[in-house]
């Protein structure tokens, strides 16, 4: 059974950082683009950044600058780092992964930015 991990939530101050970390299990014989979304409470899911397996990469204007993403195709794990964390950064985050031709969703990390 494919399924794909996040860890690396918690709670943070402004300002501060977070590393996400998304690994990808089971029998996987291609992974292709993985990306970053997260939901905050009555918002709709926003889109943060994908990467290609040669890694190419593309950000949201909310997160270019303070946020990147990054993958390790030997590990099938892609990672998010976060920094200068924002109040509005607090959300649920979830991976997504093209994973042996089909799409495939984390059940998400909770991140929180707060004093």
């Known amino acids: 059974q494919v399924e794909l991990m996040e860890s690396g939530g918690g709670s943070v101050q402004p300002g501060g950082s977070l590393r996400l970390s998304c690994a990808a299990s089971g029998i996987i014989f291609s992974v292709n683009v993985m990306g970053w979304y997260r939901q905050a409470p009555e918002k709709q899911r926003e889109a943060l950044a994908t990467?290609?397996?040669?890694?190419?990469?593309d950000y949201a204007d909310s997160v270019k600058g303070r946020f990147t993403i990054s993958r390790d195709n030997a590990k099938n794990t892609v990672y998010l780092e976060m920094n200068s964390l924002k109040p509005e950064d607090t959300a649920v985050y979830y991976c997504t992964g093209d994973l042996n031709g089909r799409d495939y969703w984390g059940q998400g990390t909770q991140v929180t930015v707060s004093s």
């Open positions: 990467i290609t397996s040669g890694g190419r990469t």
